[in-house]
């Protein structure tokens, strides 16, 4: 059974910055792909960040340049590090994760959050103007 768990999410203003945690159990090997996604009232879910198997990380044009996806293969983590942060990135982020190979912007579709193996429990964002 695949398990994710996040954290660190919370209240900031506008500009602020706030890095996100996932810890993931569950799988027998590294042969995973994880991302994060994020909800924001009234919105449909919508990929944010994404780290392929081959490390290359993908992110949603909002975010680009301003967040940054990192993997620790070793403490089974996925991180977001969110910088200048505004309203409009306030939202419930999701951390899942699916087994196999992963590659280009894939795992940011609607598609992929379809075939995901779980997700965690999501933590809260909000940012203040």
């Known amino acids: 059974q695949v398990q994710l768990v996040e954290s660190g999410g919370g209240s900031v203003q506008a500009g602020g910055s706030l890095r996100l945690s996932c810890v993931v159990s569950g799988y027998n090997d590294n042969n995973y792909c994880m991302g994060w996604f994020r909800q924001a009232p009234g919105k449909e879910r919508e990929g944010v960040a994404t780290?392929?198997?081959?490390?290359?990380?993908a992110y949603a044009d909002s975010v680009n340049g301003r967040f940054t996806v990192s993997e620790d293969k070793a403490k089974n983590t996925l991180y977001l590090q969110m910088s200048n942060l505004t309203p409009e990135d306030g939202g419930t982020y999701s951390c899942?994760?699916?087994?196999?190979?992963?590659?280009?912007?894939?795992?940011?579709?609607?598609?992929?959050?379809?075939?995901?193996?779980?997700w965690g429990q999501g933590t809260l964002v909000t940012v203040s103007s």
């Open positions: 899942a994760a699916v087994m196999g190979q992963c590659s280009g912007g894939y795992l940011l579709s609607y598609t992929a959050q379809l075939g995901m193996d779980a």
């Open positions: 780290v392929n198997t081959d490390g290359t990380t």
